[in-house]
């Protein structure tokens, strides 16, 4: 653990990712790719499954530094994390066990001016299923809003994520986290945060390629997220 923490210094401490190309943000992050493909679950001193209540996501915090974090994210067996955005953030997600459909899209109109984009359309440039020990990577203009959802097959346990982010979500930084959904509303409606609106189309059964209407709404109501302590059954080197 404290080698991951190291690497993650290293590499995370002065890094500004919005000033970088995909890939050469890859470049840059090929070492932190290497270690957390090479992790597993015993190494950060835990063993599977990681328990939640429920259908309550669960986080383990692992680290927690100015420049960036890493943590844990446990996903019961068809639950989710719902549709949202990482302005201006890299994210690299490695599964440590189970299986789960990642949905990744882009705004497809990208921001030339000053400020972030809260809406509008957006073109899906990922809908399939990864395993452990796959690596899940966004940037901050690639794959940038991504939802979550653990399989619900018979035998599941749910999913472990490794997850690192950096830099950090900061509301004064204008890096908050914002939840989405498809717009169901008409195109005059100019209100775009009022009461969530269930919608028939359902965002996974979306494919590569298709461009819809994103609207931002409050946390998902059947969405919560109980931290649990960082408790290792043996000392993590």
């Known amino acids: 653990m404290q080698h991951l923490k190291n690497v993650c210094t290293r590499l995370l401490k002065d890094l500004d990712v919005t000033k ?56 019961p067996p068809g639950a989710r994390i719902p549709l949202h955005d990482h302005p201006d953030m890299c994210v690299v997600s490695r599964v440590l066990y189970g299986k789960m459909q990642v949905i990744s899209l882009d ?10 984009i809260v809406g509008g359309e957006a073109r899906v440039v990922k809908n399939r299923t990864i395993t452990a020990p796959q690596i899940q990577v966004l940037y901050p203009n690639v794959a940038n809003i991504h939802e979550f959802r653990a399989s619900n097959e018979p035998g599941d346990h749910g999913v472990a994520i490794l997850d690192i982010i950096t830099p950090n979500y900061c509301e004064e930084s204008e890096r908050p ?7 169901t509303r008409p195109s005059s409606d100019t209100d775009m945060y009022q009461k969530e609106v269930k919608s028939d189309s359902d965002i996974c059964d979306l494919y590569e390629g298709d461009v819809v209407t994103l609207q931002p709404i409050p946390q998902p109501s059947d969405f919560s997220v109980f931290t649990h302590p960082f408790q290792p059954f043996h000392n993590v080197h």
Do not use: A
């Open 20 to 75: 970088l190309s995909p890939e050469s943000l890859k470049i840059e992050l090929e070492p932190l790719y290497k270690l957390t493909s090479e992790l597993s679950l015993q190494d950060l001193g835990l063993v599977k499954p990681l328990e939640t209540e429920g259908r309550t996501i669960g986080y383990v915090p692992m680290v927690e530094e100015q420049h960036f974090t890493v943590g844990i994210f446990i996903i």
């Open 107 to 116: 705004w497809e109109h990208k921001n030339k001016g000053t400020g972030r």
């Open 177 to 183: 986290c914002t939840y989405y959904q498809l717009n």
